[in-house]
């Protein structure tokens, strides 16, 4: 029994987690070659018998198309349910491959089939007589350890298929690509506050509150902060203080109800709180 780690392995923690972040992001293609070699190596350890069919997908869209025109399932989401996720298994192989490699605990060997194929592909599946590996995405966009690009797809395949993200939120292209095309009942429609403060953001502060009425209540240049302020009172989303700093930054904050002066905003929020937004009293809905 193993009750306490060395120095020595302690140092090691780094290695393994910088190692399997590389796997995890990785945006190589897919070692077909030795990704069969590893598919038999998993299937043994499983005690099972390995197909001696493969194939090779561009995305995950292509591998769904290809599994459900092979077996036509019920439902394509048994497909995506019975799905391997290759590389992106990174986040828990890494534990095992510590505890096989510095620790030399035997019961991790069986899923050694698994921690090479997350070496050499992307997501993939196992059948009794096929097996189906996918290439990696070419392109994957992080900001702030999250998926996000405000200008392209998140996450790009081969083939085209693509994910849009802003800031870990899963969007449409059209929020992405052309916001400007939004509709007011789209953004008023969506259900996930987060999402809808998005695509506002996207289609921009200003022309949304004078499209949906909202009345500028006050307004002021606080030069304690910097900032030139707006208040304005929505027809179905409270107030939202509009604030301009000196580096051209847009925030937009919810306050309560009872504000009815940007100074009252900035008594209610703090000193010094408006702009420095490491300290989030208030709700920040959008910046820019």
């Given at each position: ?61 292509h ?15 048994d ?10 298994e ?81 969007v ?47 307004f ?20 939202r ?38 300290v ?9």
């Open positions: 029994m193993i009750d306490s780690l060395t120095p020595e392995q302690i140092s090691k923690f780094d290695f393994y987690k910088n190692k399997w972040i590389n796997i995890g992001l990785s945006t190589e293609p897919c070692d077909f070659e030795a990704s069969k070699a590893h598919a038999r190596e998993a299937y043994s350890y499983a005690e099972l018998t390995c197909p001696e069919e493969f194939f090779l997908a561009d995305s995950p869209k591998a769904i198309d290809m599994i459900y025109e092979r077996y036509k399932p019920d439902n394509k989401n497909i995506v349910e019975a799905t391997m996720f290759g590389n992106q990174a986040c828990w192989l890494s534990y095992y491959d510590f505890m096989l490699n510095e620790l030399n605990i035997e019961a991790c060997q069986p899923i050694m089939g698994l921690m090479k194929l997350a070496e050499t592909c992307g997501w993939w599946h196992g059948y009794e007589d096929a097996v189906f590996f996918q290439h990696r995405p070419i392109e994957l966009h992080l900001e702030n350890n999250v998926l996000h690009n405000d200008k392209g797809p998140a996450v790009l395949y081969k083939d085209g298929y693509s994910l849009y993200s802003i800031n870990g939120y899963t449409t292209e059209q929020i992405v690509m052309s916001p400007e095309t939004l509709t007011i009942s789209q953004i008023e429609g969506e259900g996930n506050a987060d999402i809808q403060s998005i695509m506002i953001d996207r289609y921009g502060w200003p022309k949304y509150l004078k499209v949906i009425g909202a009345k500028c209540i006050d002021r240049d606080n030069d304690v902060e910097g900032t030139k302020e707006a208040l304005y009172e929505t027809p179905k989303n409270g107030k203080l509009v604030v301009t700093c000196t580096t051209g930054r847009m925030f937009v904050l919810g306050v309560p109800d009872n504000v009815i002066k940007c100074e009252d905003a900035q008594s209610w929020m703090g000193p010094s709180e408006l702009v420095n937004t490491k989030k009293k208030f709700n920040v809905i959008a910046r820019t």
